[in-house]
């Protein structure tokens, strides 16, 4: 009897939902305005696509060079 009781307490268990504490969110203004996000994002994208859109530009001049 003990080991049927002990079976249907584990079955009632994992059939029961998790309990999961609840967040505590809370609404602010960012600490950074998003202007500045999107300059910096902007620099580093001109910084890396710049130079790769130039090589790419001039690909047949490079393979026309003959050295």
């Known amino acids: 009897?003990?080991?049927f009781q002990g079976g249907s307490?584990?079955?009632a268990t994992m059939l029961r939902a998790p309990r999961v504490p609840r967040?505590?969110?809370t609404s602010k203004p960012p600490?950074?305005?998003i202007s500045e996000q999107a300059i910096a994002l902007a620099a580093m994208f001109?910084?890396?696509l710049a130079p790769t859109a130039w090589v790419l530009?001039?690909?047949e001049h490079y393979k026309s060079r003959g050295d």
């Open 9 to 11: 307490r584990l079955l």
């Open 57 to 59: 530009a001039h690909v």
């Open 46 to 48: 001109t910084c890396f």
């Open 1 to 3: 009897m003990w080991g």
């Open 23 to 25: 967040a505590g969110v």
């Open 31 to 33: 600490e950074h305005p």
